[in-house]
């Protein structure tokens, strides 16, 4: 089945007699025991859960999934996994919240370098005898930096350590890394996924049940940050229209990413459908689409961008990304002192509004 298809008919687990064509809500938080091949304990196992963990399986061309209570709770669950002693690669752009896990949770416990992704060569110079995993986000959270996910899969494949990438800006409607050679793939629901700007929650899906496939469904199970079933009926629905709205994010982006391209008061943009962003040949070379966040530099500093971000009416002054509604933020400020991000980038989640209006708010806001 096509990725329409699966996204609607996949994630609803209809099992009563009075046949149902949306599998409801199951609150219950224990189960009859007996019951051959079902849950017993909702930390452990729910329908709605089992649902949610197949259809996002399915659409990412995994074996399995495990959901999650947030998309840091399933990024933490990967480090978690790790042998104490390991060392990790990661991104130096990259969601800082999973940065701040790797450094603020595992510090004395894992080894981190964070380092230039699109630089291949930077990827070979850190790795050590101990690297066990190889952090990707691809497009990148804020630059939109591009990874070659098939050369880095390559790389980590020779020295025998496991690739797993953020998945989130992309989503699997443009992009699947476990047919370019990641092993596992993360999501933030909360963003794309939910699409709404309502639901908090976070997948991981793996491209094989192996050992440390099982022992990321301990921390799922044990950790216990799991979803309640209300949320993974929410995710569930809101997926069902996943493909239509990525359409829409990433046409509405590009319309706005050209026009901002061509504003005399920006400085920059950063979006890898444009023919000028140094990753847009690996990117279309691994998506099929460009996603829905364009980044842009104004020119002069943090005061002339918060004074853009203050004219504008639809674009939302607040964090997260992935609704229907388009947000602005600038991220420097969020991401606190230690940042590379410049301090008058805009980040901009495109949302579903129509192109026209977008352009308006934005051509008033820019002067
Ligand atoms: C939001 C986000 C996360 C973290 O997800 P939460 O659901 O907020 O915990 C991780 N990676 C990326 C790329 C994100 O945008």
């Known amino acids: 089945m096509k990725f329409e298809t699966l996204a609607i008919h996949k994630g609803n687990l209809i099992s009563d007699k009075n046949k149902p064509v949306v599998q409801p809500i199951t609150l219950s938080t224990t189960f009859e025991h007996g019951n ?3 849950v017993l304990y909702t930390r452990a196992g729910n329908p709605n859960r089992l649902a949610l963990e197949e259809v996002i399986a399915a659409l990412e061309k995994g074996v399995d999934a495990a959901a999650f209570s947030s998309g840091n709770a399933a990024g933490t669950a990967v480090f978690q996994a790790l042998e104490a002693g390991s060392h990790i690669i990661a991104p130096d752009d990259m969601y800082h919240g999973l940065h701040n896990s790797m450094v603020m949770l595992f510090k004395g416990v894992l ?3 964070f380092v230039d992704m699109s630089k291949l060569e930077e990827v070979e110079k850190a790795m ?10 691809t497009p990148s959270n804020p630059l939109l930096k591009i990874t070659d996910i098939r050369a880095v899969s390559t790389l980590a494949k020779k020295h025998g350590a496991i ?3 953020d998945n989130t800006f992309a989503t699997p409607v443009f992009q699947n890394p476990l047919l370019l050679g990641a092993d596992i793939v ?3 629901s909360t963003k794309y996924f939910g699409g709404h700007s309502d639901i908090l929650g976070g997948a991981l899906v793996t491209k094989e049940k192996n050992a440390f496939w099982e022992k990321i469904r301990t921390v799922q199970k044990v950790g216990g940050a799991v979803p309640s ?3 993974c009926y929410w995710l569930a629905r809101s997926i069902r229209t996943l493909a ?4 829409g994010h990433a046409e509405h982006a590009m319309i706005l990413a050209e026009y901002l391209s061509n504003h005399t008061k920006v400085e920059k943009v950063f979006y890898p459908g444009l023919k000028t962003h140094p990753g847009h040949a690996v990117a279309a070379s691994q998506m099929t689409g460009f996603g829905g966040i364009v980044s842009f530099t104004v020119k002069g500093g943090a005061k002339e961008a918060d004074e853009v971000v203050s004219k504008l009416h639809l674009f939302m002054n607040a964090t997260s990304l992935g609704g229907v509604e388009s947000l602005i933020e600038r991220r420097a400020a969020v ?4 940042t590379l991000t410049p301090p008058n980038l805009l980040r901009v989640s495109v949302g579903l509004e129509h192109t026209d209006d977008l352009l308006e708010d934005m051509d008033q806001a820019l002067g």
């Open 36 to 38: 051959e091949g079902g």
């Open 111 to 113: 080894e981190v370098s």
């Open 128 to 137: 050590r005898p101990n690297t066990r995993l190889i952090w990707v986000e």
């Open 163 to 165: 690739l797993a990438c």
């Open 186 to 188: 993360m999501h933030s």
């Open 229 to 231: 079933p209300a949320d």
């Open 244 to 247: 239509y709205r990525m359409k």
């Open 335 to 338: 991401e606190g002192p230690d």
